[in-house]
């Protein structure tokens, strides 16, 4: 076969296999840009159906599509990418163009979306647990708690004294990872996590108590689909990968549980090509089942669900911002656990009731924990604090010290499980 030949093969490929999803999404045209957080601009863009990454320090930062601009444009909310001035403040500036700026900011998103360096992509998760699972065969078991919807495998490493049995009256504690597939830090803490327990079980003895009195679920990679998406195609994507069968894609697995789904249309959407499409009905996605059907099996006492960004924990109410019977409990373990962290690299993370940030959110799987089965369960959203400091785009070279200090945090959580079983 001539290159020509293989060359217009790959095209055809990639229009007819890749084409739809990648067209239809329109990624290559969004952008990152952020407005003042103003009460005037906060009521108006609750009645937007917007990627709202997050709120800080007076700045609301939004990935934006140009019809996101456009209402932005509509509304008369002046918004900015901070490489100058805010995009709609001079009209009469070509460079200020959506179409113009937008292909501008696409630069430094590709850059870095067809490599994942050291974070780890679903095989190399994969091969990571049945290395550690070789390594530690009487401390640790992979499970496969399910598949995909394109059929990868959903692991949950299971680490305890005595690994091959079902100890009855041990606390049990679950650890989530990656509901959200550009959280890529989402996937190493509950990794390392695994591997801390693990690889200083027989050097460590307060990590030899714990592990002798615990059982530690870990799920390092809910999302396995829409990860492998981030790496190779487009690095914002943040559901999971189901075909709406319109031309939309995916499902936010963190608004498919059955704990007031649905609820209402602020805290998710029932519109497919919305980032927070809650999907058609309560845990009509495999990876969503595949959390159900563990509680169902299990007795956890605590459940933790990392993402990133913002440096923050939270904690239930999140569809609501009326606080649960819970929350002096939660406020005091959030507490503990920030302080905890602090002490390992100075770096401080905030604390508070999810209901009480700029947006509400319902069929989360923090709530559905407390609601459901009435235990503690957090959110720990992962540095950095802001779109400035990174974003998404963690440096390689901070995951050690991100993974270091939330190490004495899921130790409180585990002694805090044994010590309320």
Known sequence: MTKAKIAIFLLCFFVLVLGPSLMAQNHWLNTIVWVEKTPENVAKLKTMWLDILMDWQGKIWIVASPDDIRKLKDAEILYSNDDNEPDNKNESNNDNEPGNRLHKGLESISAQTTINGAFHSYREVESE????ERSYPNLVQVHIIGNSLEMRNLYAIKISDNVQADEEGEAEVLITGCHHA?????????????KHLAENYATDPHIRDLVDQAEVWIVPLLNPDGLEYTIHFYRYWRKNMRDNDNRTYGV????????????????????????VYRGPAPFSEPETQAIRDLFAQRDFQVSINYHNYSQVIIYPWGYTNEPSEMDALLEEMASEMAARMERVNGRVYGYGQAGNQLYLTNGGATDWALGVYGIPAFTMELPPVDQQQGGFYNPEEEIPSIVRENIPAMLYVIEWAIENK
């Open 129 to 132: 647990v049945y290395a550690l």
């Open 182 to 194: 550009r959280e890529w830090i989402s996937v190493e803490v509950p990794l390392y996590v695994a």
């Open 252 to 275: 936010d697995p963190n608004r498919n549980y059955d704990f007031m789904w649905g609820n209402d249309n602020e805290g998710s959407s029932a519109i497919s090509s919305s980032y």
